[in-house]
């Protein structure tokens, strides 16, 4: 029986994924981050699945499946975005600043 | 070794990978530094009863899709950029903002246990969620007579089974999505 410290580790490792959005501007390492914090929420439906039945862990798995979707659109996007600019850095694309 | 005493040593493992992910300048070291995040995940996962999800974390997460940043790491060779991280304001910002977020998820953990604990008609007093629900109740009893895997499968493919088969229709559309951005010309 974990469910408290599994939900303060699911807290420190989404904010460090929040965090890393906030801090760094390689679209990638953007993405990365995304994954960590989908990887804490599925912490805290592991802990709760212990306790309120294996919904959660069902939950877990479409998580991942939408996860894996995502990071595969994500990529390709990025790939796209290195062809037209040269670049994965974020402050080289503001085509939206006018 | 008790379990809680593992399950801090992996915890800290977490962290502290999580940490050099987000603050490594080399975008293929933040991603092996992220792998190394799911597998303590991974193995915390075991600790909490949850065998098939702990297979399917290191099968699909640090194998699969990270597989694949790194593949796009590469394929871009991003590695030897200039540091991307965001200058002190911004830092300073981020910070604040953690925390403020941090203490809020850590109230709502207690708040919303408590109140769990409540509505499941716990013995009042201690108002902790361990003495509404036993050790394990749900976690522990369904896989003896199931197996690990047996007991995910019968709700995955009962109760759930129309989002899973939707789940179906969005992976080919992320994978037709994912050629048809990738391609040069179509």
């Not at chain 1, 212990?50 to 996860?67: E, I, N, Y």
Request: charged letters at 10%.
């Amino acid at each position: 029986m974990l469910l408290g410290p599994s939900l303060l580790l699911s807290a420190v490792l989404f904010t460090i994924g929040v965090v890393g959005v906030l801090l760094r501007r390689n679209a990638i390492v953007l993405f990365m981050c995304v994954e960590l914090m989908l990887n804490a929420v599925n912490l805290t439906f592991v802990a709760f699945s212990q306790v309120l039945g294996l919904g959660g862990q069902v939950m877990v798995f479409f998580v991942m499946t939408v996860a894996a979707a995502e990071a595969a659109v994500g990529l390709a996007i990025i790939l796209a975005i290195f062809r037209h600019t040269r670049s994965v850095d974020l402050k080289n694309i503001n085509l939206l600043q006018g | 070794m008790s379990a809680e005493l593992v399950f801090y040593i992996l915890a800290a493992f977490a962290v502290v990978s999580a940490l050099l992910c987000i603050t490594q300048r080399n975008a293929l070291a933040s991603a092996l530094w992220l792998v190394s995040t799911m597998f303590s995940l991974a193995a915390i996962y075991v600790l909490l009863q949850a065998q098939f999800i702990a297979v399917i974390q290191v099968l699909v997460y640090a194998g699969a899709v990270m597989v694949l940043f790194v593949f796009v790491i590469m394929l871009l060779n991003v590695g030897r950029s200039p540091s991307d991280i965001r200058g002190l304001p911004v830092r300073i910002v981020a910070l604040l903002v953690g925390a403020g977020l941090l203490a809020q998820l850590v109230l709502l953990g207690r708040v919303s246990a408590g109140s769990m604990a409540m509505s499941q008609g716990a013995v009042a007093g201690a108002g902790s969620p361990m003495s509404a629900f036993p050790a394990g109740v749900a976690g522990a009893a369904a896989p003896a007579d199931q197996g690990v895997v047996g007991a995910i499968a019968e709700p995955l493919f009962r109760t759930y089974l129309v989002p899973f088969e939707i789940t179906s229709i969005l992976l080919l559309a992320a994978a037709v999505g994912a050629v048809v951005l990738a391609k040069r010309k179509l």
